[in-house]
């Protein structure tokens, strides 16, 4: 299972306390993972990326362990500690505002 | 007994304020999406249960919110908001040309006599409507593929379609205004517009006169007398008497004829009221001193209302759309602050109390009168 922690305004919005566990199948990659998140909460389509374009909205980033994996292309398979479910990929809203 | 449901947008999430006729004693319940923008909320006339709301952050984009039993529990609906065709491109605030892209919904209005039909009025402006309850939106896009659409500009808050008027004797027939280009008006459903600014003048534009370009803030209409309408421009309070065709001013002696939000008293179609802002640079009541202003004449002449509200350092604003009336006879006038404050008057504004008194920055109050 891949494990996906997710910032606190898009946990309320899905109603998920904690983590989230997806069974992605297949390669693991952002956009598999994403398809699978929102496969399973449609109400999280568009908060993420954009519906259309699948573009990362502007103040997402995605971190894994110590990297960020934001700028990585969107079908490059993510780390195998992200695959197998040792480290969560986190989403994370840009750190501004008031 | 009749009862009056308030609810509140604020930029830090919505408030639902309810009380029995008296509209003496408020229950407020809230914040519901807590650290959301809450644009706009507006319940369903022919269904009260349903409630819809416009949820954003610059983070994660729009949310739109439905309930179906009075704000008691909530569920998201659609949030997809596709430009029809290529979008183009529109003016941006230095003359270059910036192609047409969604940002938020501004105005959520639902139809008059169908609880599954709503429309959404959306920066950057354009008209969308959902047949399905919110599920599905479909851009009405004559509007934004007039031709003038290439030269509309954002006012200072952004390219916004904020406010929507329903003809309730005509279905066809409905009224929208956008800033920075003005009221456009549609007599077949939305399918063509055409620009309805004869009348306006604009200092800040070019030629003041122009068929598009005008800040208009809102605009408010008496369902018994739909070709009488009233709107707030960014400078001069407006008349027109023919459905939007054409305007005359009626600012008449208001201490300042800049404001944002206008409304119309719900039994007396010439009586309306305004909130007086200093100017364009100062967004705050002449002299700190916040006043209601109401013309029991349809425009012209004006009283100053001021019992209950402060008379001394009061520098908020009142948006456009943080003002609202209900049914009841007196009629109840209520308006939100960017102090956080809610307002009420259940004696149709000669006399006013603070509700509330410590939200977040008000964006819209919209108030259903419940049997």
Known sequence: MTRVVLPAHLRTLAHVQGEVALDVGGPVTQRTVLDALEQRYPMLKGTIRDQATKQRRGFVRFFAGEADLSHESPDAPLPPEVASGRQPLVVVGAMAGG | ?371
Request: glycine fraction near 12%.
């Open chain 2, 1 to 371: 007994m009749s009862a009056v449901r308030i609810l509140v947008g604020t930029r830090k999430g919505a408030f639902i304020l309810t009380a029995d006729g008296t509209r003496d004693d408020w229950s407020v319940t809230g914040p519901l999406f807590g650290g959301w923008e809450i644009y706009h909320l507006k319940a369903s006339p022919s269904d009260p249960g349903r409630i819809f709301a416009s949820q954003s952050t610059g983070w994660f984009g729009q949310i739109i919110q439905r309930s179906d039993d009075g704000g008691l529990t909530w569920a998201a609906v659609g949030n997809q908001f596709p430009y029809e065709g290529i979008p183009g491109t529109h003016q941006w605030y230095d003359g270059t040309l910036r192609p047409w892209e969604f940002t938020r919904v501004w105005h959520l209005e639902p139809s008059l006599l169908d609880p599954d039909v709503v429309f959404a009025g959306v920066e950057d402006a354009a008209l969308f409507r959902s047949e399905d309850g919110g599920q599905n939106w479909k851009e009405l896009s004559g509007l934004r593929q007039h031709d003038t659409g290439g030269q509309w500009q954002p006012g200072a808050g952004g390219m916004c379609l904020h406010t929507i008027l329903l003809d309730p004797q005509d279905p066809a027939r409905m009224v929208v205004a956008i800033s920075a280009a003005g009221v456009f008006r549609s007599d077949d459903g939305g399918k063509t517009w055409q620009p309805s600014n004869h009348g306006l003048h604009s200092e800040g534009i070019p030629d003041p006169g122009a068929e598009v370009g005008h800040c208009v803030h809102h605009l408010a209409m008496h369902p018994s007398r739909p070709d009488v309408l009233y709107m707030q421009k960014h400078w001069d309070v407006m008349r027109s008497d023919d459905g939007g065709r054409s305007w005359h001013e009626v600012s008449g002696n208001l201490p300042s004829d800049f404001g944002f939000p206008i409304e119309v008293h719900p039994h007396e179609p010439d009586t309306v009221y305004v909130v007086p802002i200093t100017s364009d640079a100062e967004h705050f009541p002449p002299g700190g001193k916040l006043r209601v202003c109401r013309s029991r004449t349809g425009g012209g002449e004006w009283e100053e209302l001021t019992d209950g509200l402060p008379q001394e350092h009061c520098y908020v604003n009142v948006l456009r759309d943080a003002m609202a009336v209900d049914a009841l006879d007196p009629a109840g006038i209520y308006f939100g602050t960017t102090g956080g404050q809610v307002y009420a008057s259940a004696d149709s504004g000669d006399s006013w109390t603070p509700i509330l008194r410590d939200l977040p920055a008000v964006l819209s109050v919209e108030v259903q009168t419940l049997a």
